[in-house]
Structures are given as structure tokens and as C-alpha cells.
């Protein structure tokens, strides 16, 4: 009885979540399919003998014999696979909430590590400005590798958390109108110091077109951001990475280009994979893209590449324009 109640709370959750009842659902389908025999039966029946003749004497002990092996047929069949899909219905759910656990976890030990990683990163970065006694040279190098891993440990636990969050369900989009010209400028601006490092060409169409959306602008800064991180990962010294945004009837296209060694053909549809990376030379966890996709949708929104190997790629966002009423 317990196992029963179990089910049958856990069959609502999926119907809640589904917004249909895949029980029922299966047992129309089941009803219709019974439908096809029966209707053979009574053209048999009535469109071929014109008799209830058939149902007299040894014929008709036959007639029905094989009426109620078929329907006998039919209803164990129903139970057999009615069963079946139950129990797929439940190890669906348990394997749901095993995921849901997970992500708890992995949030709550991400956060734990992020407060004591940022601690260390700002202690570095006083010993580096000398607040705490002059810094010779050669250990201004060491502090500094340190301090940068510090900094890719951040962002790696950050990356993590937002996974988790999306994962959870727990990632809300608080919609105002944002200016996504004077966004994206200020971030180029951001990343001036990593173009700068690997001397690369930073080109776009600026001064952008003044456009407005109504969006959450975290998530969308975020989203840039990673396509801006990534492009710059993958380009090589002296490259060149392009940034264009223009305007559409009802939609924003924003366009992030660099002249890297391209995707292959094979890694096109994995790319916005979790733990997906082009080269496992590069560092990171492949989780930037994978964030920006989901984040981008969030915002009923699309994003696709265009890559050629020896050429580069071009990452394409669509975004529509007011997203005040879209709910997910």
C-alpha cells in the first residue's frame, strides 16, 4: 500500500511537471489500436456473411472462443505494458531526483570552496601591491601564478554554481530593459587586457546601433562574456576577434567571430555540451558555452555556430527583443 502511494504521488509529480498524464494518454492509444480488430471482426461479421449465423453450432463455439482469447489477449497485453511503462515512470523519477541531490551538493561544496578561494586571491593580491612588506621580483612572479590560479578557480566554481542552479530549475529571469550596445562595449572593454596579451585584433561595428531589449542583464552580460572568453581562447596570438550587432524586426543579432583553427564538423552539435572543449590543450572545463546556450534560451532566444576548420568561427545569438512576457 505504501509502494502503491508512493507511485501514485510520484505519477503526479510527473504530471504536473509534463502537464498531461502519460497513463492516460497510453490507454487512449491502447483503445484505439483495439479498435482496428474489432472493426475487422465486425466487417467479417456483418459486411461479409449478412448472418448472426456464424455464431451457431461448432463455427460459433469457435467465433467466440477466439472473441475472447483476443480480448483476453488485449486486456493482459494492456496490464503487461501499462505495468511496464509504471515502472519506467518511477525509475525515471528516482533518477530525477538522484540528479536533483547532486546538484545540491555540487552548489553547496562549489560555495563552500568560492569564500576561502576569494579570501586567498584578495590576501595575493595585497602581497603583490605591497601592502604587506616590499615583494622581491622573483617572488612577484610566483604570488602572481598563484593569484591567476586563484582566479581560474573562481571562475571555474562559479561556472559550476550557475550548472547547478540551471540543473535545480532555480535560475530566474528578472526582465528590464537593457541597453545591449552600451553592454557590449563595456565588456569588450573588460577583455581589452587578454587582447592585449595575445595581441589581438579586437574588431567590431562600433559605435554599435542603440538598441533596448527587455532582458535579465546579468545573464546576457554572462552569455557575451563567455563567447568573448572563448573566442580569445581560441584565437591564436596576432589573430583577430569581430563583434557586430545589429537590429532585426522583432529580434537583437549579436555575432562574435575570430579567426581560430575552426571546429570540426564532428564537434559542431557537441559544442554546447557540458565539458565539451574544442582542444584539451586549452584550459577551462567546457562549461562556457553550455551556460551562455542555456542562458540564451531562457531568453526564447537561439544561438548557433558557423565554422570552418583553417578559418575560424562565427557564434550567432538571435535574441528577441522583448522578452517581458515570455515565461519558461
Request: glycine content about 6%; aromatic content about 8%; overall charge neutral.
Amino acid at each position: 500500500m505504501q509502494e502503491k502511494n508512493q507511485f501514485e504521488l510520484e505519477l503526479k509529480q510527473i504530471i504536473d511537471e509534463l502537464k498531461e498524464d502519460p497513463l492516460h494518454k497510453f490507454n487512449i492509444a491502447f483503445a484505439l489500436m483495439g479498435i482496428i480488430p474489432m472493426l475487422g471482426f465486425m466487417y467479417l461479421l456483418v459486411g461479409r456473411l449478412f448472418s448472426i449465423k456464424i455464431l451457431e453450432g461448432n463455427i460459433g463455439l469457435i467465433v467466440l472462443a477466439v472473441v475472447f482469447v483476443s480480448l483476453m489477449g488485449f486486456f493482459i497485453g494492456h496490464a503487461l505494458i501499462k505495468n511496464m511503462l509504471a515502472r519506467l515512470i518511477n525509475y525515471m523519477v528516482k533518477l530525477q531526483e538522484k540528479d536533483k541531490q547532486k546538484s545540491i551538493f555540487v552548489a553547496n561544496v562549489s560555495h563552500e570552496i568560492k569564500n576561502p578561494l576569494s579570501v586567498l586571491k584578495l590576501s595575493l593580491s595585497n602581497i603583490l601591491d605591497g601592502l604587506l612588506g616590499r615583494v622581491e621580483e622573483y617572488q612577484k612572479d610566483i604570488i602572481k601564478r598563484c593569484h591567476d590560479l586563484c582566479d581560474r578557480l573562481i571562475r571555474f566554481t562559479t561556472q559550476t554554481l550557475d550548472i547547478s542552479k540551471i540543473e535545480a530549475g532555480k535560475i530566474e529571469v528578472k526582465r528590464k530593459q537593457v541597453l545591449l550596445d552600451k553592454l557590449i562595449e563595456e565588456e569588450i572593454k573588460v577583455f581589452e587586457p587578454a587582447f592585449n596579451k595575445k595581441q589581438i585584433q579586437c574588431a567590431s561595428n562600433q559605435p554599435f546601433p542603440k538598441i533596448a531589449v527587455w532582458a535579465d542583464e546579468d545573464k546576457i552580460l554572462h552569455a557575451v562574456s563567455n563567447l568573448l572568453d572563448n573566442a580569445i581562447k581560441y584565437t591564436p596570438e596576432g589573430g583577430r576577434v569581430s563583434v557586430n550587432l545589429s537590429e532585426e524586426e522583432k529580434h537583437v543579432r549579436i555575432e562574435v567571430c575570430d579567426t581560430g583553427e575552426g571546429i570540426p564538423p564532428d564537434m559542431i552539435d557537441k559544442i554546447f555540451d557540458k565539458f565539451e572543449r574544442i582542444s584539451s590543450s586549452e584550459g577551462g572545463a567546457g562549461l562556457g558555452l553550455y551556460i551562455a546556450k542555456d542562458f540564451i534560451e531562457l531568453h526564447k532566444g537561439r544561438i548557433w555556430i558557423e565554422s570552418k576548420l583553417k578559418e575560424g568561427s562565427k557564434f550567432i545569438v538571435l535574441l528577441p527583443k522583448d522578452l517581458r512576457f515570455n515565461k519558461r
